[in-house]
């Protein structure tokens, strides 16, 4: 479709970010950073990467608002209120889907293939999807779950909302999202083989199993490096907007050394880097 495409892809962009602005699911300055990713995503001949980012922020958006009453509930704000996630900011923004950007930039302007399947650079875009994908999925049902969950560095029960904790709803939710993002790049990806149903199912659990080790690592870096801390009523404390902040509360699990934000960026950075270099070592992707 050439022009055409980027036009409309453009257009589409323009008017999630209209929708969210309506609906308040992004700050003001998280509006302006997602115009600039989605139109960074938009213009790239590929239409896949635009794809994979409306999928990611429809689909987190929409289960974000799953049962949103009882998740207010279930942690407090730091000031006592309820808990529960705000309109996301450019910080969130950038967190969940930078490392795309960079590459799809590097990809316009190093990158002459127009195919998918031998690309090292499309494989890193996907797979930074694959793993915040399944990773918003497994945080936003994950907490509903009606067991208590585990601290996956523990394996012992913990409050809902504690950074690492995971469930059995988690985790089979980290891998549904994987496999969405699987699904969407086996239907729209630029495949220059024939691929048979066969090697596309393959692909998709492939693409699963990134999304899912990076729910993974995104829980053991939350154990570890970010700090839960519970209010006097055992109610874990959220600070909005996943940005760091000191609080005062009993100590549940991990080091106070990064945010939120911080755990979400290096789980992306990290599973993108890995799924890229067993890509490049197992099939030569160039």
């Known amino acids: 479709m050439g022009l055409i495409g980027i036009i409309l892809r453009c257009t589409a962009v323009v008017g999630m970010m209209q929708r969210a602005g309506k609906r308040k699911s992004l700050t003001p300055n ?94 890193g875009v996907i797979a930074q999807y694959a793993a915040v994908t399944a990773d918003t999925w497994s945080s936003e049902l994950g907490i509903l779950s009606r067991s208590r969950p585990i601290l996956i560095t523990t394996m012992r029960p913990c409050p809902p909302g504690t950074n690492g904790g995971v469930s059995q709803t988690g985790l089979i939710s980290a891998f549904a999202g994987g496999a969405f993002v699987g699904l969407l790049t086996a239907l729209f990806a630029p495949f220059c083989d024939s691929w048979s149903l066969v090697s596309r199912l393959r692909l998709i659990f492939g693409i699963a199993i990134v999304g899912f080790t990076g729910s993974i690592l995104d829980s053991l870096l939350g154990a570890t490096l970010q700090q839960s801390v519970a209010n006097d009523s055992g109610v874990i404390i959220e600070v909005e907007g996943g940005e760091k902040k000191r609080l005062s509360g009993k100590i549940v699990s991990g080091a106070d050394v990064l945010s939120n934000n911080g755990v979400n960026l290096a789980m992306a950075f990290a599973t993108t880097v890995l799924t890229m270099f067993i890509a490049y070592a197992f099939y030569g992707f160039h």
């Open 30 to 123: 998280g509006l302006t950073a997602g115009m600039i990713t989605g139109l960074i995503h938009a213009v790239h001949p590929w239409s896949i990467f635009t794809i994979l980012l409306f999928g990611f922020f429809i689909t987190g958006t929409a289960f974000t608002k799953v049962k949103a009453n009882i998740k207010k509930k279930l942690t407090v704000s730091p000031t006592g209120g309820a808990g529960g996630e705000g309109p996301r900011t450019e910080v969130q923004v950038l967190a969940n889907s930078v490392i795309a950007s960079v590459l799809i930039l590097l990809h316009a302007l190093f990158k002459r293939s127009q195919c998918f399947d031998s690309d090292i650079l499309a494989i």
